[in-house]
């Protein structure tokens, strides 16, 4: 694992929204080149930049038209180097979205596999070898071609999946090739070249989007692992300082496949909607969540992965629903204080930092569809469209949060007991203590069903933490090996222990160290 994953904590950009220099009303990359000052000084000391290539923006850049050229409403392959070049001179990475899974319809690969005749790109795509032939268990381009077949997708309809294979062919269906044909290989090498340009060019990494769907008829993952395994070696061999975490959501597979790092989602067996995003969330200050079917699959997978790499959790993404939506300000705080004492690398979704509002009953804008919403521009100060770019508010990519109350960075930044001065001071602490950082180790002392608090051990080398999180508005009790006494940190008041008992104030965390 690069040495820089230990403290890392990331940023996410969603490109189109994060700042515009130019006036129309698309954020660009030297949008974020500008930024960068901004989220140095938060305490985030890495960037994962959402899909900034030529694309349709049928599924907001994550269908891409041509992975080797940056899309000229953000700018130059030149800017995203400026880009990469500033950070690094202020310590920091840039990691770039890379969709191995799909392209959109207007790839050139696809134009030439569409095509009658065979050519280099014939078998690119997973194609069947007949119109009506239908590829099962997945959605089919099908009627726009000169070719006679059908071509599936793997998201959008208008998404035709790269062909890497099928872990194991069905013998009746010649069109299904297997991963080791020539077709399949082309697939792989085409990826990494692409890897290859961006890496050489100063990028630290790939986000792989939808990682674990690239091998067809792969249930367990077995083929897909495989292939990212072969990924790791070629990036061993010649990018070792490369970050990689997948989209994937099950650590125990995308580590296997070599991924550095792997996110927990709104999706799959993590329960990580559990905490922040179902009808009564951990994090509600109602006290009604449960956190322990997350604690039991997070323990499993830590005990599988066995540290060969990091488990993330992010506050959001451009996919869920802002943790505005379900959880107040005061509970965002204490959701950040249980981000950033996890182990793994923590993912900020850019805005949550200041607790930016899911912008609701919006018209779906490039594929958003509900996820439009968590998407709208980032609100800086109070000038014109909340700082984010000066073009006329309906030029503006995504409506703006309306609300005059709406928070922003200028007013945040100035007020000590906002989210954005609670994270920075969390960032800061994590960053002081190693115990506290992606691989320090965690045991869970409090987990327990229907219950608060959650507390958990972190600890590296002679240093050990407890954390304590209680987002409910009660007292609480537990019983804890460990005594409290001077918190390194907290919020909410302090705990206090006698008796091997720990009494717990309502809407409270603390990180307890000199154990
Ligand atoms: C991932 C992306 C999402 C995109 C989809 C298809 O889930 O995060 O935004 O629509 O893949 O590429
Ligand atoms: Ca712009």
Redesign the pocket.
């Known amino acids: 694992m690069p040495e820089w994953l230990n403290n890392a904590v990331f940023y996410e950009i969603y490109p189109q929204s994060f700042k515009d220099t130019n006036a129309d009303g698309i954020g660009d990359i030297n949008g974020i080149t500008e930024k960068l000052g901004y989220i140095k000084d938060l305490g985030c000391n890495a960037i994962w930049l959402n899909p900034c290539f030529k694309s349709p923006f049928g ?2 850049g ?2 891409v038209e041509d992975y080797y050229t940056v899309a000229p409403r953000y700018g130059t392959n030149e800017d995203l180097v400026r880009l990469f070049d500033e950070a690094h001179e202020l310590g920091m990475h840039v990691i770039l979205d890379l ?1 191995p ?2 392209t959109a319809v207007t790839h050139e690969w696809f134009k030439q596999s569409m095509k009658a005749g065979r050519n280099e790109f014939t078998d690119r795509y997973v194609w069947t070898d007949g119109i009506w032939v239908h590829p099962d268990g997945m959605n089919c381009i099908r009627g726009i071609s000169d070719r006679d077949g059908s071509c599936a997708v ?3 309809s208008h ?1 035709p999946a790269l062909n890497y294979g099928f872990y194991k062919p069905d013998p009746d269906k010649k069109w299904q090739q297997s991963m080791d044909d020539e077709g399949p290989r082309a697939t792989l090498e085409a990826m990494k070249d692409i890897m290859r340009f961006w890496l050489g060019l100063g990028c630290d990494g790939f986000r792989v ?2 990682a674990g769907s690239l091998v067809k008829n792969d249930e367990d993952g077995k083929g897909t692992i495989k292939l990212w395994q072969e990924v790791r070696e070629f990036l061993d061999s010649e990018f070792p300082n490369a970050a990689m975490v997948s ?1 994937w959501g099950e650590p125990d597979k995308s580590l296997t496949g070599g991924f550095h790092m792997d996110f927990l989602l709104h999706f799959g067996p993590s329960h990580y909607n559990d905490l922040f995003r179902c009808e009564e969330p951990y994090f509600s200050s109602r006290g009604k969540g449960d956190a322990s079917a997350f604690v039991r699959k997070y323990i499993e997978n830590y005990q599988k992965t066995e540290r060969k790499g990091l488990i993330c959790i992010p506050s959001g ?3 869920m629903d802002r943790l505005a939506r379900s959880l107040n300000p005061d509970e965002i705080k204490i959701a950040f204080a249980f981000l950033l004492s996890m182990p793994g690398a923590p993912f900020i979704y850019y805005g949550d930092e200041i607790g930016m509002r899911y912008v609701e009953n919006l018209t779906s804008v490039e ?1 958003g569809y509900g ?1 439009t919403g968590s998407r709208s521009p980032m609100q800086w100060d109070g000038t014109t469209n909340a700082g984010f770019g000066s073009s006329a508010p309906e030029k503006l990519y995504i409506p703006i949060d309306k609300d005059k109350d709406r928070p922003t960075v200028e007013k945040q930044t100035a007020d000590d007991a906002s989210i954005y001065s609670e994270v920075r001071r969390l960032i800061g602490i994590r960053q002081s203590h190693k115990a506290l950082q992606s691989c320090g180790e965690i045991e869970f002392i409090h987990a327990e069903e229907n219950s608060y608090p959650l507390s958990y051990l972190r600890s590296s080398g002679d240093e050990k933490i407890l954390v304590i999180i209680n987002p409910s508005d009660k007292e609480q009790k537990f019983t804890c090996p460990y005594p409290v006494s001077t918190p390194i940190y907290s919020i909410g008041g302090n705990a206090d222990s006698s008796n091997g008992v720990i009494t717990v104030p309502p809407c409270f965390a603390g990180f307890y160290g000199g154990l």
């Open positions: 599924d907001a994550y269908d969709v899974g799909h793997n998201f959008f998404q989007d939808m989209e993404n451009h996919d594929g996820r």
